[in-house]
């Protein structure tokens, strides 16, 4: 019970978008969900369903270095490779131009809704 109370209380700052964006043929945005934080560069995360069936978490919402604009930053894995630490996305995008249609649509929905 502790468990499920802790949880509903953290999801309370969650804003939800229901849509019907068609991504690309049978690919469909569901539902967005963004968690404001304005934390430095970081805006919100941002949960994304898909199809109503597959969920794509921790999305980052970020500011460009000059604050003038905003970028996604997909969920990704860091290494070391010598004394560098490198990103390797956990999912991404095969199909040319999906990256960027995917990215213009939650950053509108992110701007209209929170």
Do not use: H, R
Request: glycine letters at 4%; a positive charge; one cysteine or more.
């Amino acid at each position: 019970m502790a468990y499920s109370k802790k949880k509903e209380e953290k999801k309370t700052n969650w804003i939800e978008v229901d849509c019907k964006f068609v991504l690309e043929n049978d690919i469909q945005i569901s539902k967005i969900t963004f968690y404001p934080i304005a934390k430095g560069k970081l805006m919100a995360k941002a949960q994304v369903v898909l199809n109503d069936l597959l969920v794509l978490d921790n999305i980052l919402i970020c500011e460009t270095k000059d604050g003038e604009n905003l970028y996604l930053s997909m969920p990704a894995n860091s290494y070391k490779s010598g004394d560098e630490t490198k990103y390797k996305d956990i999912f991404f995008f095969i199909k040319t131009g999906i990256p960027k249609k995917f990215g213009d649509f939650i950053l509108k929905q992110y701007e209209t809704n929170v």
